[in-house]
């Protein structure tokens, strides 16, 4: 499967502290975005970063890609409650005319 | 607010039968997606259209088709409807000027549908 994978699973933390969540693909891509999904609602795109980018900023959130590794990784700073919700790497492949969601990593941030 | 409208937001019905969710895109673009998500299978890319043409397809069953009309509005229809259909699903837009997949997707708020 194309799919990308999320890593971990499912992370739980404080406010404050920050959140690191990883994705792995299998096949070259073109470019990897970092989606937000609130409970139940429509995703909301975060941040893309292109095959040719190895760091991209947003705010409080700083996403890393290893094109020789195969892998992104998201960190969300200083995380607050409203950080709550599912985050998804979704890759743009060569050739394809799609964009390819991973699993989903779900992040709890308490108060 | 995405700007991508779906109805209906919620949709109950029986196996074996037929239902049309409806996508109206954001203004100004001119590329339609639709996505399954299922709690086993994930998000999942079904098809994707552009000005009205079928521009890729990923895993849709033959038993679902859609289409994108002249005013830019998509639908998706689900017939012969199963169990394993219940799922949300998901209408996605996009400029479209670019190649598919290199632009971020601005996604609606799905539709829920449960078959019973």
């Known amino acids: 499967s194309q799919q990308g994978e999320e890593d971990p699973q499912a992370l739980s933390i404080q406010e404050g502290e920050n959140a690191t969540m990883n994705c792995s693909y299998k096949?070259?891509?073109?470019?990897l975005q970092w989606y937000r999904q609130n409970s139940g609602r429509g995703l909301v795109h975060l941040i893309l970063?292109?095959?040719?980018?190895r760091e991209k900023h947003s705010g409080r959130l700083r996403v890393t890609l290893d094109t020789s590794k195969k892998s992104s990784s998201l960190l969300i700073t200083a995380s607050r409650a409203a950080d709550t919700a599912s985050y998804f790497c979704a890759t743009g492949f060569t050739g394809f005319q799609k964009l390819v969601f991973g699993t989903g990593t779900r992040l709890l941030v308490s108060p | 607010d995405s700007g991508v409208t779906q109805t209906p937001k919620h949709l109950i019905t029986a196996t074996g039968q037929r239902v049309t969710l409806r996508c109206s895109p954001r203004s100004g673009d001119l590329s339609v997606y639709w996505y399954q998500q299922s709690l086993d299978q994930g998000l999942q890319f079904l098809i994707q259209y552009y000005n009205g043409e079928e521009r890729a397809k990923g895993n849709i069953l033959e038993r679902f088709s859609a289409q994108q009309f002249p005013d830019l509005h998509s639908e998706l229809n689900l017939s012969s409807l199963e169990l394993g259909d219940s799922a949300l699903y998901f209408c996605?837009?996009?400029?479209?000027?670019?190649?598919?997949?290199?632009?971020?997707?601005?996604f609606g708020s799905g539709t829920q549908l449960s078959v019973l």
């Open positions: 996605a837009s996009s400029g479209g000027r670019v190649r598919a997949g290199e632009e971020k997707l601005f």
């Open positions: 096949t070259s891509i073109n470019n």
């Open positions: 970063i292109r095959s040719n980018e």
